[in-house]
């Protein structure tokens, strides 16, 4: 059925509930069109800073038995070089969301200020970021703070990205929707380490990373019921997803949409298979978007 996934959320047109997640595929704009030709609903670009970051030293990810580790540090080339790579990646048809981050309510603001996108994400909740990301994120007050600067700065719909690294997720989702976020999104990677055995040292340059993959989806399934009972704005769900089920899955917990990442590194037309199943499912269910979202809550 034509249309039968479509949505618009925070005023974005969406063909389908299924968005690129932050920091997969998302450094050119060639990248980012090439997964709107894939099927996706949205894409989200590279976190995106005020100065050019290199990152941390390799390595900077790597397979594990349950998903992938991670620890980029952020690398990008700062703003003021990135408006290029949104233009071109707006050519594929579909919504551009600018991942940003900074140290500041200032930071955030100046780089939503200045960049065109369709909407910002704030990068509140890298988990491997001295002075970025969760260090921000873990702080209901600035949470708070740099959203209502952010919704200062530009017209287009912003949301935050959580970190499940905190005892209470739902005081960080409440402190961005007190700031004015449109959305958030849940969740970022959950902070893991690996240990290479035969020399003793940490796999990773950076020691410590993100854990991403199947093996934190039902975290993120649970971060995302907990948010939808306390929130009254909509949640993206992101972590784990690999199929249509799982995306179904955060549905009925609550999640207006979803972000897939590591999954579309296996397969770059994920989102076109993904698509096809559900509508699938909901055809023989008899069932809606709207019908699916947040049935969990009704049983």
Known sequence: MIGMLSLTLNGLKLKN?????????????????????GGAGAVVTKSIGIEPKSGHSNPSMVEVDCGYLNAMGLPNPSYKNFQREI??????????????????????????????????ELNVSCPHACGYGAQVGSDPALVEEITRAVKSATSAPVWVKLTPNVTDINSIGLAAESGG??????INTVRAMAIDIESGYPILGN?????????????????????????????????GISDWRDAVEFMMAGARAVQIGSAVGDNINIFKDISSCMETFLEEKGWTLDDIYGMAHEV
């Open 17 to 37: 509930p299924l968005i690129l997640a932050a920091g997969i595929m998302g450094t050119t704009g060639g990248s980012l069109k090439r997964a709107a030709e």
């Open 87 to 120: 233009d071109t990646a707006k050519e594929g048809g579909i919504p551009v969301i600018a991942s940003i981050f900074g140290g500041s309510a200032d930071e955030f603001s100046e780089i939503a200020g200045s960049l065109r996108a369709d909407a910002f």
């Open 181 to 186: 976020a449109d959305a958030v999104v849940a």
């Open 207 to 239: 020691r410590f990373g993100g854990l991403s993959g199947r093996a934190i989806k039902p975290v993120a399934i649970k971060c995302v019921y907990d948010l939808f009972e306390a929130l009254e704005i909509p949640i993206i769900g992101v972590g």
